[in-house]
C-alpha cells in the first residue's frame, strides 16, 4: 500500500510539472500558433495535465483520510474511480473547447440528448447510477458478506463495477455457509429494488453471533456441562474474544427428554462453520470423558442409557437358543388360579394362530420335571387342545 501511495505521489508531481509547464510556455510565446479557443498545443496539454494531477490529488488525499479513520482500502479506491471518471469528463470538454466546438457540441447534444435517455439503455443507465450511489454511501464493499434474501443468493463480495457486482457465492452447491469459488454477476440495476443484508458491515470487526445446541439428560451436572461448553468456546474463540471483549454465555430450555444448552459466542463470519465444528469437537471429546455428563437421545432417554440397555437385554438369538420342547407331562402345574371361560378363549385363539410366544420354565431341582415362571394360561390352554410338548424358554436355576 506504501508503494502504491508513493507512485501516486509521484504520478501527481509529474502533472504538475507538465501542467506547469505547458501554461509558462503558453504565456511565455505569445506568437505561437493559437486553436480556435486562444489556447496553444502546450496550453491545452497543460489543462489536460493539470486535470489529471487534480484527480490524483484528491485521490491520493482520500485515501489517507480513509486510512487514518480506519476505514479499508478499496472504499478509496471507490471514491478514486469516480474522480477519475469526473476527470475524463473534464478533459474532453476540454479537449472540445481547445478546438472552439464546445457550442457546436453543445447543441448537438441537446438536439439528441432526449434520443439517448429514450434509447433501450434503461436498466444500464439505473446500474450505473446504483454504482455511482453505492461508491458514495458504501453500504457495501469487497470482501463484505452480503444476502440477497429475494433472490437466494449470499456471497462475498469481489468487485463492484459500473454495471454489475460480482460474488462469491456462499452455499449453493454445499450446504454449508463457506464461499465455493462460483462468481456470480448481479447487475447493479436490480439493487434499486432489492434488500441486502450485510453481515460485515465494519470489515475491522467481521463478527457475528452463533450458537452451538447441546442436549443434556435431565440426571446430568449441569454445572459440570456448562464448564464444559464455556471452556470449548474460550479455547477455539480466544483471538476473537480478545478483539470484542465479548465473553461466550449459555441460555438453556428445557423440553420431553432433557435440556437444551445454547452455547452463544462471537465469531468471525467467513469461519463460522470451522469454528461450530470445532467446538462441537472439544464438547464430544469431554463429554466422553465426564461421567456425570450424559447426552440425551429421544425415544432412547440417553446415549448411556442406550448402551446400558444392549448389554441388559440379550439379543433375540441368545434367547432363541433356550427355546425348547418340553413334555406337557413333566410340567408341574401352577398354583395361580384361573377362569376356565379364559382357557377356553385362548385355546380357540392358539388353534387357529398358532401359541405366538413360548411359555417360561425352569427346572426343578433334583428331577426331570419344570416349574413354570411366565404363561401359566398359555400352558392350561395347550394342555386342553392335547398337545404332548410345548415350546418353552428354559431359564437357568440361578
Given at each position: 500500500?506504501?508503494?502504491h501511495?508513493?507512485?501516486?505521489?509521484?504520478?501527481?508531481?509529474?502533472?504538475?510539472?507538465?501542467?506547469?509547464?505547458?501554461?509558462?510556455i503558453?504565456?511565455?510565446?505569445p506568437?505561437?500558433?493559437?486553436?480556435?479557443?486562444?489556447l496553444?498545443?502546450?496550453?491545452?496539454?497543460?489543462?489536460i495535465a493539470?486535470?489529471?494531477?487534480?484527480?490524483?490529488?484528491?485521490?491520493l488525499?482520500?485515501?489517507?483520510?480513509?486510512?487514518?479513520?480506519?476505514q479499508?482500502?478499496?472504499?478509496?479506491?471507490?471514491?478514486?474511480r469516480l474522480?477519475?471518471?469526473?476527470?475524463?469528463?473534464?478533459?474532453?470538454?476540454?479537449?472540445v473547447y481547445?478546438?472552439?466546438?464546445?457550442?457546436?457540441m453543445?447543441?448537438a447534444?441537446?438536439a439528441?440528448?432526449?434520443?439517448?435517455?429514450g434509447?433501450?439503455?434503461?436498466?444500464?443507465?439505473?446500474?450505473?447510477?446504483?454504482?455511482?450511489?453505492?461508491s458514495?454511501?458504501r453500504?457495501?464493499?469487497?470482501?463484505?458478506?452480503?444476502?440477497?434474501?429475494s433472490l437466494?443468493?449470499?456471497?462475498?463480495?469481489m468487485e463492484?463495477?459500473?454495471?454489475y457486482?460480482?460474488?462469491?457465492?456462499?452455499g449453493g452447491?454445499?450446504?454449508s455457509?463457506?464461499?465455493?469459488?462460483?462468481?456470480?454477476?448481479?447487475?447493479?440495476?436490480?439493487?434499486?429494488?432489492?434488500?441486502v443484508?450485510?453481515y460485515?458491515?465494519?470489515q475491522g470487526?467481521?463478527?457475528?453471533?452463533?450458537?452451538?445446541?447441546?442436549?443434556?439428560?435431565?440426571d446430568?451436572?449441569?454445572r459440570k456441562?456448562?464448564?464444559?461448553?464455556?471452556?470449548?468456546?474460550?479455547t477455539?474463540?480466544?483471538?476473537?474474544?480478545a478483539v470484542?471483549?465479548?465473553?461466550?454465555?449459555?441460555?438453556?430450555?428445557?423440553?420431553?427428554y432433557?435440556?437444551?444448552?445454547?452455547?452463544?459466542?462471537e465469531t468471525?463470519?467467513?469461519?463460522r462453520v470451522?469454528?461450530?465444528?470445532?467446538i462441537?469437537?472439544l464438547?464430544f471429546?469431554?463429554?466422553?470423558?465426564?461421567?456425570?455428563?450424559?447426552?440425551?437421545?429421544?425415544?432412547?432417554?440417553?446415549?448411556?442409557?442406550?448402551?446400558?440397555r444392549?448389554?441388559?437385554?440379550?439379543?433375540?438369538?441368545?434367547?432363541?437358543?433356550?427355546?425348547?420342547?418340553v413334555?406337557i407331562s413333566?410340567v408341574?402345574p401352577?398354583?395361580i388360579?384361573?377362569d376356565?371361560?379364559?382357557?377356553?378363549l385362548?385355546a380357540?385363539?392358539?388353534?387357529?394362530?398358532?401359541?405366538?410366544?413360548?411359555?417360561?420354565?425352569?427346572?426343578?431341582?433334583?428331577?426331570?420335571d419344570?416349574?413354570?415362571?411366565a404363561?401359566h394360561l398359555r400352558?392350561?390352554a395347550?394342555?386342553?387342545?392335547?398337545?404332548?410338548?410345548?415350546?418353552?424358554?428354559?431359564?437357568?436355576?440361578d
Amino acid at each position: 500500500m506504501e508503494r502504491h501511495r508513493f507512485r501516486s505521489l509521484v504520478f501527481v508531481i509529474v502533472c504538475a510539472l507538465a501542467c506547469t509547464a505547458g501554461m509558462v510556455i503558453d504565456r511565455a510565446l505569445p506568437d505561437m500558433h493559437r486553436l480556435s479557443s486562444g489556447l496553444s498545443w502546450p496550453g491545452l496539454a497543460g489543462v489536460i495535465a493539470g486535470i489529471m494531477a487534480l484527480c490524483g490529488l484528491f485521490t491520493l488525499g482520500t485515501h489517507l483520510y480513509l486510512a487514518r479513520k480506519g476505514q479499508p482500502p478499496v472504499e478509496g479506491v471507490m471514491i478514486g474511480r469516480l474522480y477519475w471518471l469526473l476527470g475524463f469528463v473534464a478533459v474532453l470538454v476540454s479537449i472540445v473547447y481547445g478546438f472552439g466546438a464546445l457550442g457546436t457540441m453543445g447543441t448537438a447534444l441537446g438536439a439528441f440528448g432526449g434520443m439517448l435517455l429514450g434509447w433501450s439503455l434503461q436498466a444500464p443507465v439505473s446500474g450505473f447510477a446504483a454504482w455511482i450511489l453505492v461508491s458514495i454511501k458504501r453500504p457495501f464493499r469487497p470482501g463484505d458478506r452480503v444476502q440477497f434474501p429475494s433472490l437466494g443468493l449470499t456471497g462475498d463480495i469481489m468487485e463492484i463495477g459500473p454495471m454489475y457486482t460480482v460474488l462469491n457465492q456462499v452455499g449453493g452447491s454445499i450446504a454449508s455457509e463457506e464461499a465455493v469459488g462460483r462468481h456470480i454477476l448481479v447487475p447493479n440495476a436490480m439493487l434499486f429494488g432489492q434488500v441486502v443484508i450485510n453481515y460485515t458491515v465494519s470489515q475491522g470487526a467481521a463478527y457475528m453471533l452463533d450458537e452451538v445446541v447441546v442436549r443434556i439428560t435431565y440426571d446430568s451436572d449441569w454445572r459440570k456441562a456448562e464448564e464444559i461448553l464455556l471452556k470449548a468456546a474460550n479455547t477455539v474463540v480466544s483471538d476473537v474474544m480478545a478483539v470484542t471483549g465479548n465473553k461466550p454465555y449459555i441460555r438453556a430450555d428445557l423440553y420431553d427428554y432433557g435440556v437444551y444448552l445454547r452455547l452463544r459466542y462471537e465469531t468471525r463470519v467467513k469461519d463460522r462453520v470451522e469454528t461450530s465444528y470445532e467446538i462441537n469437537k472439544l464438547i464430544f471429546g469431554e463429554f466422553q470423558r465426564t461421567p456425570t455428563v450424559d447426552i440425551a437421545i429421544p425415544f432412547v432417554y440417553s446415549y448411556r442409557a442406550g448402551q446400558d440397555r444392549k448389554t441388559e437385554e440379550p439379543p433375540p438369538d441368545q434367547e432363541a437358543d433356550k427355546i425348547v420342547e418340553v413334555d406337557i407331562s413333566r410340567v408341574l402345574p401352577g398354583q395361580i388360579p384361573l377362569d376356565t371361560q379364559d382357557i377356553e378363549l385362548l385355546a380357540r385363539s392358539i388353534k387357529a394362530e398358532g401359541l405366538l410366544q413360548p411359555i417360561v420354565v425352569v427346572r426343578k431341582a433334583g428331577t426331570d420335571d419344570y416349574e413354570i415362571l411366565a404363561g401359566h394360561l398359555r400352558f392350561e390352554a395347550c394342555k386342553r387342545l392335547g398337545w404332548k410338548k410345548v415350546p418353552a424358554v428354559l431359564r437357568n436355576n440361578d
